[in-house]
């Protein structure tokens, strides 16, 4: 594969010296593009868009072609790997993702099987591999998951668990952990080979989306969520082709554990917009790099409020080494494009001037 022509925020992700702040964002390929949504419409349907590795190469590469972004994620789903255990994944016209066969009868629980990557998800390692090709070097490409609490959360409940207050999956916790346990353990090991499997097929960084954890308490988060994770890192392949993978970890609503998650192994820790980022370098910033966390509502506002905001987090890490720009949680699909590009040129111009001790 051709090599790397810009690794800054690979070198980020190591907290190595890098000449500014590289940027990306989570679900940066998404309904706030027009050229997205003429895709998705050719595609007939977001899963059969999933499914197909040169449509999801198509939409992976247009918010590169419109922002001058540091790294492309895989466009896919979290929801791909309880689907291919069988569950059934559809999406409900305005009510976001749904299982046929959700998670509710013991019998069910203890015939779960991790899927083979290479079997039922052979769509998403080809993507992978067509999207490395496509980008020829350009920047570097992110593969991803969910965590296996997250991924719980849906197997569960059925669909989205803040519809129900999580109330199902949090009294399986309670009342029959051991259950939940085992559904932890199989998805967490169906994790840990999908994401080996994205980086053989040619990802250079990973990053792993708690996006539920944040609901739970501390004891529990630390049982169910937290020790799954650590679980998923440990397993993952650091190296490939010579060059290190770097990790990422994000819990939503996980800035109170923010020094238990950063314990964990992985390389760097995504911050929501809830916690300084100051703060949580000074925290951390010796064991990981941190990545993060504008309030994705901030680029609804006019451009000189984008542009200000994105300098007050830029300035709050401060010039030190370990930091990646992103949003606090994924961009709203009415976000306004223009907006995008204030934000990119202006944490890459505002880090320069940091990096070089000017104001």
Known sequence: MSRLKNDTFLRALL????????????????????????????AGSFLQLCKSPTMACEVTLQPLERYDLDAAILFSDILTVPDAMGLGLYFAEGEGPRFERPLREEADILKLAAPDPHGELRYVVDAVAEIRRALDGRVPL???????????????????????????????????PDLLHRILSVTADAVVAYLNAQIEAGAQAVMVFDSWGGVLSEAAYREFSLAYLERVVQGLIRERD??????????????????QIAGIGSDAVGLDWTLDIGRAR??????????????????????????????????????????????????????????????????????????????
Not at 148 to 163: D, F, I, Q, R
Not at 337 to 350: F, G, I, M
Request: one cysteine or more.
């Open 15 to 42: 907290r190595q010296p890098t000449e500014y702040t590289p940027v990306w964002l989570m679900r940066q390929a998404g309904r706030y593009l027009p050229e997205y949504c003429e895709t998705r419409k050719r």
């Open 142 to 176: 992110i593969g991803f998951s969910g965590s296996p609490w997250t991924l719980a959360c849906y197997m569960v409940e059925g669909g989205s668990g803040a519809e129900t207050d999580y109330r199902r999956v949090k009294t399986m916790a309670y009342a029959r």
């Open 282 to 359: 000074e925290l951390v910033g010796h064991k990981v790099a941190l990545q993060g966390n504008l309030d994705p509502t901030i680029l609804f506002a006019p451009p000189e409020v984008v542009a200000a905001e994105a300098r007050r987090v830029v300035d709050a890490f401060g010039p030190h080494p370990g930091h990646v720009f992103n949003l606090g949680h994924g961009i709203s699909q009415f976000t306004p494009p223009e907006n995008v590009s204030v934000l990119v040129d202006t944490v890459h111009a505002r880090s320069r001037e940091l990096r070089a001790g000017t104001r």
């Open 242 to 259: 010579g060059e290190r993978v770097p990790s990422i970890v994000f819990t939503k609503g996980g800035g109170v554990w923010l020094e």
